[in-house]
């Protein structure tokens, strides 16, 4: 079995500060892990996704995680925030094989300030 | 490319009523997904259709949910009876493949009174 936990439910940063959202795995098989972005009255949009390929994934909007083993971690940075940032994010997990059945985390709602 | 499309965007109904959604995957998606959002958590995944076929339908509350895709297109899901905790945002997803990128919908958000 598969679970995400995402450590702070609300994170505020100034605009132009590093972001910082954190997602730790548990998984019993190597995971696929992702990130989606979810704007107000809309549905869920995929930021980035790593399927075993390189560790560092590079996503749109200027985001990025790094899977780390060791850690059991996929946190998503972004080097500058802005404005267009504030939404809630998810990270989600899934068993390579496993049909695409995705788990996601509780979720953080990203709050920018001026 | 037209996205996956829902119906209605806002439904409220009283307890013990019935309710029905409506999903439009993006043309020649054979996988669909049905997924519960309940205020303050994350999507937890209802049923997978490949096809006009069930692939998991696990946490589907079977006594009261009930979902189809009868040609393979389009899907419906419906609740019958509502109870207060069926409170959520249904989100429809969409995707090529078995393991491919999921594509949602903008949700319908359900009130049970």
Redesign the interface.
Same mark, same amino acid.
């Given at each position: 079995a598969q679970s995400v936990t995402q450590l702070g439910?609300h994170v505020s940063v100034s605009e132009g500060a590093l972001v910082l959202l954190r997602c730790n795995y548990s998984s019993s098989v190597p995971p696929y892990l992702f990130w989606?972005v979810q704007y107000p009255?809309? *549905?869920?949009?995929?930021l980035l $996704?790593y399927t075993s390929a390189a560790t560092l994934v590079k996503g749109i909007n200027g985001f990025e995680a790094e899977f780390k083993k060791s850690e059991t971690s996929f946190h998503l940075t972004k080097p500058s925030a802005h404005m267009s940032d504030a939404a809630e994010y998810?990270c989600?997990v899934t068993a390579p *094989?496993g049909?695409? $059945?995705? =788990?996601?985390? =509780? *979720?953080t709602q990203l709050k920018v300030e001026l | 490319e037209a996205g996956v499309a829902q119906s209605p965007r806002y439904k409220i109904i009283e307890k013990r009523q019935s309710v029905a959604f409506w999903c439009n995957p993006i043309s020649g998606h054979a996988t669909l997904y049905w997924y519960q959002q309940i205020l303050g958590q994350g999507p937890k995944l209802l049923i997978q259709f490949q096809n006009n076929g069930v692939v998991d339908d696990s946490q589907l509350p079977k006594d009261r949910f009930s979902a189809e895709r009868l040609k393979g297109v389009d899907s419906t899901l419906k609740i019958q009876p509502a109870k207060l905790e069926d409170s959520a945002v249904y989100l429809c997803a969409s995707s090529s493949g078995l393991f491919n990128e999921q594509f949602f919908g903008p949700g319908t958000r359900l009130t049970v009174l």
């Open positions: 439910s989606y009255n809309q *549905g869920l949009q995929l $996704k998810f989600a *094989g049909g695409n $059945k995705l =788990t996601f985390g =509780t *979720g | -």
